[in-house]
C-alpha cells in the first residue's frame, strides 16, 4: 500500500511515523485491497486546548475513498480515535457487500417458491 504522510505546524518524530504506521498495518489487515493511504496530521494553536491536533486519514480503496478526521489535545489520541473510525467504515462497506452477496441468491430463491 502507498503511504503518503504531510504534516501542518508538527515536528515529525520517527516515533510519530512509526504509531501512524503501526496503525496503517492495521487497517490494511482489514481491508487488503486498499491503494493508498493518505495521513494528515496539523496541529492549530488558535484553537481551543482540548481540541488542537488534527488528524485526518484518507483511504483509497476500489470505489469511493473512505475519510476519517478527528480533533483531539493528544496527538497520538487523535491518530488512534481516527484509525478507529476508520476500521468502522471498513466494516460497515464490508458488511454492505456480503450482504447484498448473499441477498440475490435469497431473493432468487423466494422467486422460485411463488
Not at 503511504?3 to 503501526?22: A, M, P, Q
Not at 493508498?36 to 481551543?48: F, P
Request: net charge positive; hydrophobic share 30%; charged share 35%.
Amino acid at each position: 500500500m502507498k503511504f503518503v504522510l504531510t504534516s501542518h505546524n508538527i515536528k515529525l518524530t520517527k516515533s510519530i511515523e512509526n504509531h501512524i504506521l503501526s496503525r496503517i498495518e492495521k487497517l490494511e489487515h482489514f481491508d487488503r485491497w486498499a491503494i493508498d493511504a493518505r495521513v494528515n496530521l496539523e496541529h492549530d494553536n488558535t484553537r481551543s486546548p482540548e481540541k488542537q491536533f488534527k488528524c485526518s486519514i484518507r483511504l483509497g480503496v476500489k470505489g469511493n475513498d473512505l475519510y476519517a478526521t478527528d480533533y483531539e489535545n493528544d496527538l497520538y489520541a487523535a491518530i488512534d480515535l481516527v484509525t478507529k473510525k476508520m476500521e468502522q467504515q471498513i466494516r460497515k462497506r464490508h458488511s454492505k457487500q456480503k450482504a447484498r452477496i448473499h441477498n440475490e441468491p435469497a431473493r432468487a430463491k423466494a422467486r422460485k417458491q411463488n
